[in-house]
């Protein structure tokens, strides 16, 4: 086997090293360390021609944001990657950015117009938007100085927003090019209309909601009075706009239709029938009414049949004009109006109870209006087409792979994107209207005359384009494009992609089809989607329901650290998170534990002295260290794989599970009879060992709690640069030692069983006791006695005996581990009458007090009134105690097998 030397060298150790506090004060280290990364440029991107690259591109959080439990998790594990990345000495660069959040951005500032009594018509365009400008250099910075409380390692020089003047030549460009290419386009089209902004509305900006709604049977009388027909509704008013009524051409039900008309109700007038394939014969009469400015589906009937258009609603939802009588109503209003006009004149068939999805602007939750509007669009289908065969190829993978076949389904129905939006922050659109001859002209830079006829009386669109459709460029605008930058060159494609899966469509699709349009590459090869951050209960945090976590609260509470582990240790693919005070506090324990860990190694390590460190051979290390390399080595690997495979989780718990489990409470404790012991050989040893795995245990953690381990590792012997930039560990399979970690195993199965007996038998700590082992199984017989002495010595154990065959021994207690049994006598350690009776008195008072609480469980007044948590909290006290009773109980019949 190769042999694998572990030096200390008198240059790494320091007698001077300074000592860590004894408890772990996290809020001055993380504002220390922080401040001294920034100042010494630690996260600025490398651009070695030598070393491979890996880039990410944060997803912009709106200008207007404030840091959410979302962002919280999105960012951590980002940064872990990130970090991870450059200490395996990659080129990396994060990108940081804001987003101008076109809608959100100017409701704030017309909110804060109005507090002054004012508005944006009384400014005017400019200096609204100059206003604009004013509040996001004033406000907008709030969430970078927050993501940088959370440790993110962006490299802050190359922050970028979505309306920089170089985000903004390159959206020019875009449009410009799309254009060009007849892939943009304005016309004439249903859209998604919100009341209260005053904009369109692209379909994934509409939010459903299942509502209960009501749906109106209207009759509509033939024109030739033969008889009537029946069509259901949702939206009665809308009906003032009918210009046909449309049913299937095979429904025999209306076959003798083909020449008739009918008369549309409270107003006389007479529309068509129509025969399309789009209705659906089975749903209500099979009857439809066709309200082509109000309906997409309509709308398209409409197109079909040559059918008149009829606006009978304003932008405001207010009936307009053509709705006669009922023009100026609101449209919540007119509804009220036709169904009382309908009942009175005798067309209201019924109404029926009806649950729908109603779409809700997802700014200001305003019911969304379909409205005709002349709008501009992106022709999406031939880019969309690129994007699927990215994903179907496998040059993008999506993480976890669940999500394909969604992508797939909305890819594939994709509709053209509505990119216009009547607002007036944002990049209005570069397209012109020459006032003397009509010219359109859509070119990246103002133009001075009118190309054809050379006017200079030259209208710009008002119109902006919809916030996404900058953000769909941010992997490679951001980068330096249109030009060709040495950036674009060594970043791009980028890595990989962490968001939330809520904006898949939104934003990565779009980002899909720009990149390979424009970039003839994907714009990233992995995209991560992570699930919901929800509370303990698994509900989705809301102010309304009072359950939101305030991350910054959080961190100032239990330590940045302690909230980047939570949320890396429940970040499992495709599984929504559910996060507690109570487990932030648990893993701020094990925070605290790396600290203690690093505390103990210090005091030792802090002892060596420099001319008897040497080299240490693993051949010629004792037990207990090589074991130690050996899980060293395993979990090195574990991390590896999982961070690789954007198993975040994994990552935590396989460094959780070694560092607390083996690292603190096995081989701490089992090496510490040779730190205190005399032999100096051994000592040096142990400390050499103890050293080399706490360096590795502290690189392994940083990328998940970057300041705890910056902190320690400067306290560490030797002069130390930076941990970010030190050497990821890497596997190292010489000290890999499948024999002893398989003896080890057995040695911990049996001392946690005599544990366990001098636990429940109630052995005082200090009692020296014996122990018997008998063990069938020649292999395992064989590992046992490799670590004999090593069993004895963390037991207490004064006599230990291990041997193939043997019976129960009289009066003593036993512990069957696997195949392994495990007896202590226990003659002169236990008064089994007074142990009895402790263990009655504590099982009268669990019984009481479970008595009490399935009490409240069954009561059913408590039941129904007492809410979900507080019943919740009631089980769990019903769980606990139960369990603690069985073991009461079974330590009551062991205490009685000894009397007997």
Known sequence: ????????????????????????????????????????????????????????????????????????????????????????????????????????????????????????????????????????????????????????????????????????????????????????????????????????????????????????????????????????????????????????????????????????????????????????????????????????????????????????????????????????????ECRKKIVLALEKEGYLEGIEPYLHGVGHCYRCQTVVEPTLSKQWFVSVKPLAEKAIAAVKSGQINIHPKSWENTFFDWMYNIRDWCISRQIWWGHQIPAWTCEDCNELIVQNVDPDKCP???????????????????????????????????????FYPTSVLITSFDILFFWVARMMMMGLHFMKEVPFKDVYLHALVRDQFGKKMSKSKGNVMDPLLVMDKYGTDALRFTMTAFAAQGRDIRISEERIDGYRNFINKIWNAARFTLMHINECKPEVTGSLEIDNLSLPHQWILSRTSHTISAVYKALDEFRFNDAASAIYQFVWHEFCDWYVEWIKSELYGDDQKVKEQARATLFTVQEIILKLLHPITPFVTEEIWHVLPGKRSSIMTEQFPEPQPAWENDEIESATTLFMGV??????????????????????????????????????????????????EIVAQGTHPEGAASYIYEDIEIYVPMKGLVDVEKETAKLNKEKEKIDKDLERTNGKLTNETFMGKAPAEVIAKEKEKQEALTAKLAKVEEGIKRLQDLAD
């Open 751 to 800: 001392v946690t069983g005599i544990r366990n007996i001098r636990s429940e038998m109630m052995v005082h700590p200090s009692a020296e006791i014996e122990a018997i082992i008998i063990c069938q199984d020649p292999g395992k017989l064989a590992s046992l006695n490799l670590v004999a002495k090593s069993i004895s010595g963390i037991t207490r154990t004064k006599s230990l």
């Open 452 to 490: 054809k006829c050379g006017s200079a009386k030259l209208v710009q669109e008002t119109d902006v384009l919809d916030t996404w459709f900058s953000s769909a460029l941010w992997p490679f605008s951001t980068l330096g494009w249109p030009d060709e930058t040495p950036e674009l060159k060594m």
């Open 1 to 332: 086997m190769e042999r694998i030397v572990i030096k200390m060298s008198p240059e790494t150790i320091d007698q001077n090293s300074h000592e860590l506090a004894k408890a772990y004060e996290f809020a001055s280290v993380e504002k220390k360390w922080y401040q001294i990364w920034q100042e010494q440029k630690k996260f600025s991107a490398t651009m070695d021609p030598d070393k491979p690259a890996f880039s990410i591109v944060i997803p912009p959080p709106n200008v207007t944001g404030v840091l959410h439990v979302g962002h919280a998790l999105n960012n951590t594990l980002q940064d872990i990657l990130v970090r991870y990345r450059r200490m395996q000495q990659y080129n990396t660069l994060w990108v940081p950015g804001t987003d101008h959040a076109g809608i959100a951005t100017q409701n704030v500032v017309e909110r804060q117009l109005a507090t002054e009594g004012t508005s944006r018509h009384d400014l005017g365009r400019r200096k609204f938007v100059e206003r604009v400008w004013q509040w996001k250099e004033e406000s907008g910075g709030q969430i970078i100085n927050q993501l940088k409380r959370l440790g993110s390692s962006c490299d802050w020089d190359r922050e970028r927003f979505t309306m920089d003047e170089g985000l903004s030549r390159a959206v020019r460009e875009v449009f410009t090019r799309l254009y060009a290419e007849g892939l943009i386009y304005k016309g004439d089209y249903i859209i998604n209309w919100c009341p209260r902004c005053h904009t369109a509305l692209a379909d994934l900006e509409v939010e459903h909601e299942e509502t209960d709604g009501k749906l109106y049977n209207i009759r509509y009388p033939y024109a030739d009075g033969s008889g009537s027909l029946v069509v259901a509704t949702t939206r009665p008013e809308t009906m003032l706009g009918d210009t046909a009524v449309a049913v299937h051409p095979s429904d025999e039900r209306y076959n003798a239709l083909p020449d008739k008309t009918v008369i549309l109700p409270l107003t006389g007038r007479k529309i068509p029938i129509v025969f399309d394939t789009h209705v659906e014969k089975d749903f209500g009469t099979g009857a439809l009414k066709v309200t082509p400015a109000h309906d997409l589906n309509d709308f398209e009937i409409g197109r079909r049949h040559n059918l008149e258009i009829m606006t009978v609603m304003d932008e405001n939802g207010v009936m307009n004009e053509a709705a006669g009588e009922y023009a100026g109503l609101d449209r919540f």
